[in-house]
């Protein structure tokens, strides 16, 4: 038989709806079995086929019990067959049958596999000269004609149906696709979730299906020996519905759990898959598991007693969520080129023993920061994001955010348990004022680690060693004696530099309890960024700094710059730091291009940009982000932070929102909100130019900016400093505290408070 032969004959037997195959799909059938059965019992398969389809007959089927997966054309027949009969019971059954069993769910909605040359040669079948078999095929096919009607079309979709899934089962995907057709999905969601009842089932079904899926993914390593399971979560996941309340309940916590479950290469498999859909899809998954983790953080009473990290529900969202993330990042404008060169030198370990040594252990993380898993997997970083789908920002959950115990979540971070699930993990879900706490406790637990060191060796080598980074500095010379001193630390024991910081000013007698050190790092970037010293030049349009590629200054200068910045950081202090964002991608790895002149300078040229922002600098710039990573090579901080979260950390918020201040602002030595000179001098502070609000600051806080999260998180504190008086108001810049004596009128009261903020410079002791 040749080929058009063997054309007219398969016109035939599809016109006369001859069986193909068993309605069942073999779980270990392949196609050259199917066609080994199919040449070896045509005649027995037919003639069986011609006393089922008079049985058919007799009427349309309403239970359809054979039916062991879906097929697009397969609901709509079943939905049409129950619209006429207006009972959609039959539906409900088969959906509730159907999506409560990962074996049929995952054996659903299959592509139609397109088949290779081989196998179309193959299906030819291999007994083309055995004439005796090719007339027991006519004669049984004659003898359905005689004896058949056209059957209904039940039968014939069921059987179509039924083949097209079984070959599906032997494709070989490749590393990016799924044989679900997702579109096909859509589809069916669209028309059946209309109705109530239907609706209903699917929602059932969840609830029976998902601790099914995690025991499968949990003990039996279920998505190794059949890659097709993910097809189970590509088709539950285009429920658009999934975020309802009658979900959130029961049946989205237990799908999440499932879906946590996944491995890692499933995961990835996952978000290249997501990474293609549309910015609306990725944000409508974003809000299904941002839903279930508000609806039950708002729905318990979370404390340090009970911690939100051990609600499995919340863990198993975010895990999902993180997925979610990473199709964003990877779907959106990505450059995984333009990364900055490692440092041909590596940052010199110290040449003391640290704690964990000295108890025989190995020091943590000294393999460099921590780097997510997917992240390598995807080979994609989230730094590598100029763009995603979605602004990154509708990621955070804030009633997550208040009531997480930081100190805790750190504590798991650092342990890295399989028990206990951190937020930190998933860095996206914070906003930077949760992370900036974070950070909190991971620089001063190294301070203290530091600290304990230098008792531990003072008591074994009888050395009287510093527990502290003290800088001792003269006003008139704080860049040589701060720079110099700082020099002599890096290179004699750079990890003297994790030591909490202790500034004194010769000749002054203030305590250094924060506010100093304030003040210290106010006046150094005051000096570093001096234009006649020509470390740096100004562009007047953009108002931001930039490495001056002419500067006679040695690259040791531009390695304590970068120290200098890496210690306002690990010392919690904000810093009047004016540079463009470029500079924060190139200290988290990246390279500039032609994108960040757009805030930096004004031409767009690939070589010149390259120039201007990587090569004309290129000694000047390695010379500071090495400064910068001798403080921070060991902080989560690359792990947990954006460019423009780092600017924040560095500069924090230019926003200054005086009534937030307000709000938040405590009182004490009887005052209260409602004193007469407390409403006067909030009047006048209100009044005051955007230059005087900052002088204000500068003279209560000991810097001009709001910290991370903005002037509400501030806790300033305003004190009754005894009865009217000539006394100028004073403040103590470590604990943000005003002292203000209460003047008689809101005349003198402005007097003497511009006073004090214009011509404030200096500590000294009341």
Not at 377 to 390: A, S
Request: aromatic share 10%; with cysteine; hydrophobic share 35%.
């Amino acid at each position: 038989m040749d080929n058009n032969a063997a054309a007219i004959k398969a016109l035939e037997l599809y016109k006369i709806n001859a069986k193909l195959c068993d309605p069942h799909p073999s779980k270990k059938g392949t196609s050259s079995a199917y066609l080994e059965n199919n040449s070896k019992g045509a005649h027995n398969n037919s003639c069986t086929d011609r006393k089922m389809n008079k049985k058919e007959m007799q009427g349309p089927r309403d239970d359809f019990k054979d039916v062991t997966f879906l097929t697009e054309e397969k609901v709509y027949e079943i939905l049409e067959l129950c619209g006429e009969k207006e009972d959609y019971s039959p539906l409900i059954r088969v959906i509730g049958r159907v999506f409560s069993s990962a074996e049929a769910l995952v054996q659903s909605f299959r592509k139609a596999k397109q088949h290779t040359k081989e196998e179309l040669k193959s299906l030819q079948g291999k007994d083309e000269d055995k004439d005796e078999d090719e007339k027991e095929k006519a004669a049984c096919s004659s003898a359905m004609e005689e004896d058949s009607v056209a059957p209904s079309s039940s039968s014939s979709s069921s059987r179509v149906g039924d083949n097209t899934q079984g070959d599906n089962n032997l494709q070989k995907l490749g590393p990016d696709e799924v044989s679900v057709d997702i579109d096909a999905v859509r589809r069916v969601y669209n028309r059946l979730l209309s109705n109530e009842k239907i609706e209903t089932a699917f929602l059932n079904a969840l609830v029976y299906l998902s601790p099914n899926v995690e025991c499968d993914l949990t003990y039996h390593n279920v998505y190794s020996r059949d890659p097709n399971y993910l097809n189970l979560f590509i088709i539950v996941m285009e429920n658009g519905n999934l975020h309802s309340p009658e979900y959130l309940e029961m049946a989205l916590p237990l799908f999440c759990k499932a879906m946590s479950k996944l491995p890692l290469a499933a995961q990835a498999k996952l978000i290249r898959l997501w990474s293609r859909y549309s910015a609306d899809q990725i944000r409508r998954m974003m809000e299904t598991f941002q839903q279930l983790i508000t609806y039950k953080v708002i729905s318990n009473e979370f404390n340090s007693r009970n911690l939100v990290n051990d609600d499995d529900a919340i863990v198993a969202a975010s895990k999902c969520l993180k997925m979610v993330y990473y199709a964003n990042v990877v779907g959106g404008d990505v450059d995984t080129d333009h990364n900055e060169e490692e440092d041909e030198e590596p940052i010199p370990e110290s040449s003391e023993l640290t704690l964990q040594e000295l108890l025989g252990e190995e020091r943590r993380n000294k393999k460099g920061p921590r780097v997510d898993p997917l992240e390598t997997e995807l080979g994609v970083k989230t730094i590598d994001c100029r763009k995603p789908l979605i602004p990154f920002e509708e990621f955070i959950n804030e009633p997550l955010n208040d009531v997480l115990e930081m100190d805790k979540d750190y504590t798991f971070f650092k342990v890295e348990t399989e028990n206990k699930f951190s937020f930190m993990t998933c860095p996206f879900i914070l906003n930077a004022v949760t992370k900036n706490l974070g950070l909190y406790y991971d620089n001063r637990i190294r301070m203290y680690s530091e600290r304990r060191i230098t008792v531990l060796y003072s008591l074994v080598q009888g050395q009287q060693l510093n527990p502290y980074l003290r800088l001792k500095v003269r006003r008139d010379h704080i860049i040589d004696d701060a720079l110099v001193r700082l020099e002599m630390i890096a290179m004699e024991n750079p990890a003297d530099l994790k030591k909490q910081l202790y500034v004194e000013f010769e000749g002054e007698q203030g305590v250094d309890e924060g506010g100093v050190s304030k003040e210290f790092f106010q006046l150094v970037v005051e000096e570093i960024f001096n234009p006649d010293i020509g470390m740096f030049t100004y562009d007047e349009s953009t108002k931001l700094f930039w490495f001056n590629p002419s500067s006679f200054e040695t690259e040791g200068q531009f390695t304590l710059i970068g120290i200098v910045l890496g210690l306002a950081i690990y010392n919690n202090c904000i810093l009047d730091v004016h540079f463009p964002m470029v500079v924060y991608r190139k200290l988290m790895g990246k390279k500039g291009t032609f994108r960040d002149l757009a805030d930096s300078h004004p031409e767009f040229v690939n070589l010149y940009s390259d120039y201007i922002l990587n090569k004309s600098v290129e000694k000047q710039f390695k010379a500071f982000r090495r400064g910068f990573h001798m403080v921070t090579n060991e902080s989560p901080l690359k792990y947990l932070f954006r460019p423009e979260e780092i600017e924040l950390l560095i500069c924090g918020s230019r926003n200054l929102d005086f009534q937030a201040l307000e709000e938040t602002t405590e009182y004490d030595g009887g005052y209260t909100r409602d004193s007469l000179i407390i409403r006067e001098f909030w009047e006048i502070v209100h009044s005051f130019t955007d230059e005087q609000k900052r002088l204000f600051l500068q003279f209560t806080t000991g810097t001009d900016r709001a910290p991370v999260g903005g002037l509400g998180k501030l806790k300033m504190i305003i004190a009754k400093n005894g009865p009217d008086t000539e006394r100028l108001p004073t403040s103590h810049t470590c604990f943000n505290v005003l002292l203000l004596p209460e003047y008689s009128s809101k005349e003198k009261l402005k007097e003497r408070l511009l006073k004090a903020i214009t011509y404030a410079k200096g500590f000294g002791m009341l």
